[in-house]
């Protein structure tokens, strides 16, 4: 779920190459349950969307490609506001156009420009592909 999602946002060539999938899994074991919420769609037990929030950094936001627009990502959106009402961050990649109207139509603003590491990106081909935006929202 959270590949596709990631792959198509970005425009990526959607793949499941072993070193590439292996290397995520491994990061994903790293999440602490406790800052994690899952969306499963009952009928198929399938996950449709992840939240992860560390204080008032949202760290990631995924759904789905066939749920989304179906308000999931809002459901998790609202959730994060509540266990962080006094103001989230988020850094979303500045090729991701569907998240930043995501975004901004939930009342985030922007607030920096720069450049995620190539660590953890191994996708990434040049530093441009890494240009990211700071999005802050407040209660």
Do not use: C
């Not at 950094?57 to 459901?75: M, P, S, W």
């Amino acid at each position: 779920m959270w590949r596709r999602s990631f792959q198509r946002a970005l425009g990526l060539e959607e793949h499941d190459r072993w070193g590439e999938l292996s290397e995520q899994l491994n990061y994903f074991q790293h999440f602490d349950p406790a800052l994690s919420r899952v969306t499963i769609d009952v009928r198929t037990s399938q996950i449709v969307g992840l939240l992860t929030l560390s204080g008032d950094a949202l760290d990631h936001l995924f759904v789905h490609v066939d749920y989304q627009r179906a308000g999931i990502g809002k459901k998790l959106l609202d959730e994060a506001k509540a266990r962080s009402p006094q103001g989230l961050t988020l850094y979303t990649f500045q090729r991701n156009t569907g998240a930043q109207q995501f975004y901004l139509s939930q009342g985030f603003v922007e607030t920096a420009r720069g450049f995620a590491s190539f660590d953890g990106n191994p996708w990434a081909q040049s530093k441009s592909d890494l240009a990211d935006i700071r999005y802050e929202w407040r209660r």
